[in-house]
């Protein structure tokens, strides 16, 4: 199996939800991999955050060129160019949107239906500058558009689950709930 993975939240220089999400999934999937080829995509906005060389022979780094800002809405548009060069079986794309090559099956890890309400309701929790209207405005086109193409949907709770069909107006075996487990520095007292 050849697996694509969006993993560019690991080379922007950022915490958050999504990069601690990814910074865990990232080396589990390695770990139990097996003989399946992992692609990760990134870009070079900043220095991908897992050395190269420790990566096993069955994972690649894409690294896709960054220049500016615009450069992110860019790849969001041809990030599937370079995964249909190398041949996907799956294609995961873990920040709530994505679009995987034709023939590619894809998996969206939304992890709360906040992009996918009705656009009103997302601006209303939102300042209301043009900046951020029109930021909220993309991520909520890409997100619909990218929820109802996928193969597959996860989620982090039964909540969001619940909330991802009724809002999504989505088939509830497209959408799994997988919690998050602890990080690895965690131990049980």
Do not use: C
Not at 57 to 83: F, G, H, I, K
Not at 153 to 165: G, H, L, P
């Amino acid at each position: 199996m050849r697996i694509g993975i969006d993993a560019r939240y690991l080379s922007h220089g950022l915490m958050g939800g999504v990069h601690t999400y990814l910074r865990l999934l990232v080396p589990a999937l390695i770990e139990r991999a097996g003989a399946a080829s992992i692609f990760l995509y990134a870009d070079t906005k900043a220095p991908f955050e897992i050395d190269p060389a420790t990566l096993p022979e069955n994972v690649t780094l894409r690294l896709l060129p960054y220049r500016n800002p615009l450069s992110a809405v860019w790849l969001d548009m041809t990030l599937q160019r370079a995964m249909a060069q190398d041949n996907l079986d799956v294609a995961h794309f873990p920040a709530n949107f994505g679009f995987a090559p034709r023939g590619v099956r894809s998996v969206i890890t939304l992890h709360d239906a906040i992009n996918i309400l009705p656009l009103h309701e997302i601006i209303i929790g939102h300042p209301k500058n043009a900046r951020t209207i029109g930021l909220m405005s993309y991520l909520h086109l890409l997100s619909s558009l990218s929820v109802r193409r996928a193969d597959a949907i996860v989620t982090v709770s039964e909540a969001s689950r619940r909330e991802i069909i009724r809002v999504g107006r989505l088939p509830e075996d497209r959408v799994v709930a997988i919690k998050y487990g602890p990080a690895p520095h965690f131990r049980r007292l």
